[in-house]
């Protein structure tokens, strides 16, 4: 599967908070596919960090969301938040090589934030459509 860094309207929870943040990170998954062999460990560890900072933000965010609209799978779906930023942990304290730390950032990306939202994220809006 091919990391999608492209927004896509088909994407939105129709939460302009949640949703400018799904788009932010969109955009810093794009830089990820801009890794390369000029590419500095330094730059991944930094890079690295913004990404995990701001998935943290963003995962309070959409938790506070679920919860105010009832969500039934809040708990689950925050177990899942919590997996992946203890994942994005040990990848930011591996001393990996560079092109392994490059690897899997990328392939992070796209289990962390595509699969995330296309698998997990959009039950939140179906669920919201068909209970308000």
């Known amino acids: 599967m091919e990391v999608i860094t492209q927004w896509d309207e088909k994407y939105s ?3 302009p908070k949640i949703d400018e943040q799904h788009k932010e990170l969109f955009r810093l998954s794009a830089l990820v ?3 390369n062999e000029k590419t500095t460990k330094k730059e991944i560890k930094e890079l690295l960090k913004t990404f ?3 998935m943290n933000e963003h995962f309070q965010t959409e938790e506070e969301y679920m ?3 009832n969500y039934p799978l809040l708990s689950k779906h925050k177990e899942l938040h919590r997996k992946i930023m203890e994942d994005f942990t ?3 304290k591996k001393n990996n090589s560079l092109k392994t730390l490059q690897h899997e950032m990328k392939k992070a990306t796209k289990k962390w934030l595509i699969e995330h939202i296309l698998e997990n994220d959009l039950k939140i809006e179906k669920w919201r459509k068909v209970n308000s």
């Open 33 to 35: 596919e801009l890794l």
């Open 13 to 15: 929870l129709n939460n």
């Open 90 to 92: 040990t990848l930011i």
């Open 52 to 54: 995990f900072n701001y």
């Open 67 to 69: 919860k105010s609209i």
